[in-house]
């Protein structure tokens, strides 16, 4: 590497250029944690879903809570970072790619859920031979496909400048990189064509996002079961699954800034901002939970209140309130002011904020199907190692995968950075002028240090 | 064509499970055994559910309802469950892909799952009903097998279906006789009668899935006229 560009970004080829033992540490650990839900699916292949804590009428528990929450967590990337890209918000340009990658990784993951669920995985194929359009799951497999499609093609475009980069410059994987540029040489017209593909995918994986997350709520709210049926279910869960998303983005960015040291690169403000968005998130969250539960009191059908209580007072109390605490409390005590340590405060609240999420899908999917209408026995739902190993090997995966990809690829998009210092300066000034009325010349800042504050 | 219904009185029901094992036996319905009992595991397409109240117990049997708009076949994403042109909701064991959407779906729980593989061949057991591999939903079919045998016998004596030549298990085992079962679109018979009763209510009926198992109460009945 002897371009000066590339020197002057180095801390951003380092990760894929050396690798140190914790790499190597990090991949025993979540073998290990694969491992084990491998053994854990396989025994399950074997003898059937009668090895989960699974039963009558808690039909679903921990693989449609993971899916919910996995699908959520995948409205990080590209949601965010279509937004962020057509809202032109400059700070976007050192995580619009990270978010990118939770997105694809996540998705694989999310998706995978469904058929660990499935009682003959061997039929899946059903789906595509026999689909019904009228089943709600339907929907979810057409949507989710395109999603998945879509944003693996959002996340390749903006790379493919990067990876050219690495073919010219790393001296390794040099085939790899090769075909994945597709002959990108940065001409001008390239760089065109390039912008505009990006537009197009920005804008168009928008809806396709909201719809995931609004038909994976119509799984629930398509039924006429208590505290599901629900017209704000689709707004309710897209907002949910933005809310974790974020809190997802933010974590993996404080670990990666901290494991690769790119703290010029992943500011405070970085975080201060997505900590601005978080906190909206947290007061949209609940105010739709609000609203939701205030009507299923108002409305006090007796079937809606055996869930409503079971989960205020009764035997889901534990996670109800856990939820409220992770979803709520802390985001609202953390994000409120970050004007100091806002790497730390948003780091918290949104660890929070994902296991809050994550307690927030099994409180609308298992108490539901834990109080029957019909006087059926008391049936208490409780996991076996089989689906905490799942759960793990899961969450494993999904990090192996990102791990793999920041070995392979720039996890912060270098040729946006450099476009940043090259172009967006100049636009940024251009732009604001435009804004003003008509004839104001740039000023030099008188008191320079207020102004940046 | 026909609509086939049931109408169990619960005055007459004494809670004696006799329905529930002639179900069982009929259907090839496997016992899980206690530890899998124990774990909420057990199958039993006829249920018999105890409500107890401070003046008395009341047993609701209940199989699968049958319902006329059933909420379990619009969630089906393969359909593997589909109600016939004759009323009956039907389960396809070999379409079946194991989701349990329909489980989630159904307000009644009559949808069960075999979580393990529970049973194999052995003897003793009705050749007319196959057996439900592991990983696959099940659910009472109103003996289906048996409409299609009285059909063929009918046939084959070149004449139409008699009433009361199909009757399911648990309607013919009842000792009190508290399970009535017909055609409810044959005015004539007993079901429909029954139906109309005073005493008649359906389970859940303001969920608008439209149960063709109709029950029979003087409380229950009276209360909701």
């Known amino acids: 590497m002897s371009d000066a560009y590339v020197q ?26 694969i491992l084990w839900g491998a053994v854990a699916y396989w025994t399950q292949f074997e003898q059937g879903l009668g090895v989960t804590g699974l039963q009558q009428p808690v039909s679903w528990g921990f693989y449609v809570t993971n899916f919910v929450f996995f699908i959520g967590i995948s409205h990080a990337g590209t949601l965010i970072s279509a937004i962020l ?73 903006p790379l493919i400048p990067d990876i050219a980069i690495l073919r010219d ?24 064509i390039l912008n505009r593909a990006i537009a197009i995918m920005a804008v168009l994986v928008i809806p396709i996002a909201i719809s995931v997350h609004t038909v994976v709520s119509f799984v629930f709210s398509m039924t006429i079961q208590p505290a599901w049926h629900s017209s704000i279910f689709g707004p309710y869960f897209v907002a949910g699954a933005i809310f974790s998303g974020i809190a997802a983005l933010i974590v993996a960015m404080a670990i990666i800034r901290r494991i690769y040291r790119l703290q010029a690169y992943l500011k405070p403000i970085h975080f201060r901002y997505l900590g ?55 985001p609202m005590i953390f994000l409120v002011r970050l004007r100091h340590h806002a790497v730390g405060k948003t780091v918290v609240a949104s660890v929070a904020v994902v296991i809050g999420m994550w307690l927030e899908r099994f409180n609308i999917i298992v108490p539901t199907l834990s109080n029957p209408r019909l006087p059926f026995p008391d049936a208490i739902y409780w996991p076996t190692w089989i689906e905490w190993g799942e759960t793990a090997g899961s969450f494993g995966l999904f990090i192996l995968f990102y791990v793999l990809f920041v070995k392979f690829f720039p996890v912060i998009s270098i040729w946006e950075i450099r476009e940043g210092r090259e172009v967006g300066l100049r636009e940024v000034e251009e732009r604001l002028l435009s804004y003003l009325p008509d004839g104001t010349e740039p000023e030099p800042a008188r008191d320079h240090t207020r102004v940046l504050r | 064509m026909a609509l086939w219904g049931m109408v169990i009185d619960l005055d007459r029901c004494t809670g004696c499970q006799a329905c529930v094992m002639a179900c069982k036996a009929e259907n090839n319905v496997p016992a899980v055994g206690a530890k899998e009992a124990a774990r909420g595991r057990t199958i039993s397409w006829m249920h018999v559910l105890t409500e107890e109240s401070e003046e008395r117990t009341r047993f609701l049997p209940r199989p699968c309802l049958q319902c006329d708009d059933p909420p379990c076949i619009k969630v089906c994403p393969v359909y593997a469950t589909y109600r ?8 396809i064991y070999a379409r079946c892909i194991g989701c349990r959407f329909c489980m989630a779906a159904c307000p009644y729980n009559a949808k069960y799952f075999n979580w393990l593989q529970y049973q194999r061949e052995a003897p003793g057991q009705n050749p007319d009903v196959s057996l439900r591999p592991k990983g696959v939903v099940e659910k009472c079919t109103f003996c289906h097998h048996r409409l299609q045998k009285a059909r063929e016998r009918a046939l084959a004596e070149g004449r139409g279906l008699a009433p009361g030549e199909y009757v399911t298990a648990c309607a013919e085992t009842c000792p009190t006789r508290a399970i009535a079962f017909g055609d409810l679109s044959d005015h004539g018979s007993d079901v429909a009668r029954l139906a109309r009763s005073p005493r008649a209510f359906k389970l859940g009926e303001e969920l608008g899935t439209k149960p063709k198992v109709i029950y029979l109460s003087e409380t229950e009945g009276h209360r909701r006229v």
């Open chain 1, 8 to 33: 002057r970004d180095a801390a951003l080829f380092a990760p894929i250029a050396q690798t140190g033992r914790g790499f190597y540490f990090t991949l025993v650990v979540l073998g290990i944690a």
């Open chain 1, 85 to 157: 890209r057509l809202s032109k918000a400059e700070w976007r340009r050192p995580i619009t790619r990270m978010a990118e990658v939770i997105t694809v990784m996540v998705l694989f993951i999310g998706a995978g859920q469904i058929l660990v669920d499935l009682g003959r995985p061997d039929r899946m194929l059903n789906v595509i031979l026999y689909g019904r359009y009228q089943s709600p799951l339907l929907w979810d497999a057409t949507s989710i496909s395109t999603y998945l499609t879509a944003s693996t093609l959002y996340l390749w475009l």
């Open chain 1, 169 to 192: 410059h790393l001296g390794k994987r040099r085939f790899l990189y090769s075909v994945l540029a597709m002959g990108w040489t940065g001409t001008e017209r390239q760089q065109k």
């Open chain 1, 276 to 330: 601005h968005l978080l906190l909206v998130m947290t007061l949209l969250w609940f105010y739709l939970t609000f609203a939701e539960y205030l009507t299923g009191y108002y409305g006090n059908g007796p079937e809606e209140m055996k869930v409503f209580w079971s989960k205020f007072t009764g035997r889901f109390w534990p996670t109800f309130w856990a939820m409220a605490v992770c979803n709520f409390v802390i």
């Open chain 2, 84 to 91: 016939n042109p004759e009323g009956i909701v039907a389960q």
